[in-house]
């Protein structure tokens, strides 16, 4: 972008930029911008990593944010401002200013004109009526073609079944001829990452390092149009080991559990596979096969204690992930203080801390806790220690059970674990 072009302190691009940063403000507390020290900054950075994985200095928040002055003020890069829009709930940047549109107009300073004879206004409601109309059609009009014009297109993955590690090839599959630039469709590989790609070529890879379901999504120009999956059975139950602030490596911990009841690993064990112990680290025991078990009518039952506080660990958390053939569920379990961080997910239903009051999930299990889940008809209930505790409904069915996967802050453990069919009885 040409930086004479967007140095200018009023232009629409900073403009955006200021409508970003004050709701960025909103999301973590009521106090203006004007009034943020640099105490302020060092939260934003951790929080703003925390749920992008995209890493801003405090010093570089504040140029953002206007605090330190300079002769021209600094307009970040793409990849920066797609973190700040993601971290209030957009997908990327280019979808924060789809839904903010600043004109230069409306940015430029009014000038005071030349008094002249004041005319009686006409009244302007009809033709209002009749420009929402002509505007409401032609919308509608530009849509019904956009999407005839992908219809034809699908996102197919060339080898979508396999065991973890897995490289996945995903191409687009068009019946008749691509009406659009390969460039304007973009794939979520749906493994949590903030990688996304293109298709600039006629296929689009990804490296998958963890056993799961994950249901990877079509984008054409910001409209999500096709779904798929990717399905990375466990061996038996594996357990691997990652690094906050690495995301490109995990760190496998050769220890089997086939036939433990107490399910659990070390800080040695840890250590072994490579983890550096006093960082933030998280541990997960993934067993991912296919069942006959519902996984929208089933009960799981565990004890689990999560971790003591340690380097890098002061929530202590605790995720538990079901997957289903067509979605999965997911709930986090934290100490009351950090419910800022929890957040669920059963089908279409979901909410997190950052926007939703997540207090039923705020539970200190450090000391141990009997932990039940139970998913009967599509209503979800879960107990702690025998108490109801929080209860929803969901729509959409996912489908058999297809893997389990429990994810500790730090060093955590379960046991007397069981996971079965509420009708069949059939168990995991």
Known sequence: M???FVQAENSVFFKQLDICCKKVALQIGEKSISEWKNSDYIKLSGLLHRKTKVHLSENTLKRIFGKLKKPTRYYPQKATRDALAQFIGFRDWYEFELLHPVT?????TVHAAPSIPVKPKPNYTLYFIFAFFIIAVSTGVYYFFKNDEVRNVKLVCLNPEGKSPHSAIFKLGVKGKLSDELSNFVIDFGDGRLKQSNFSDSTANHYY?????YFPLLYHKNTIIDTAYVYLQSKGWDIIATMQNDSTR??????RL????DYHVTSRDALDAGVDTSKTFFVSFANVKPTQISADNFEFNAGITTSAERPGVRCSQVDLVFYGERDKHFLSIIKPECTVWGSYKFSEVKKTGQKDDLREFGHDLTNGGQVKLRVEKQQVILFINGREIFKTKYRTPIGKLMGFKVVFAGIGSFKNFSLADLTTGEKF
């Open 250 to 255: 995990v760190y496998p911990i050769l220890k």
């Open 258 to 261: 086939s036939t433990m009841h």
């Open 104 to 108: 230069e107009r409306e940015n430029s």
């Open 209 to 213: 390092e963890t056993p799961g379901r």
């Open 2 to 4: 040409n930086s004479e």
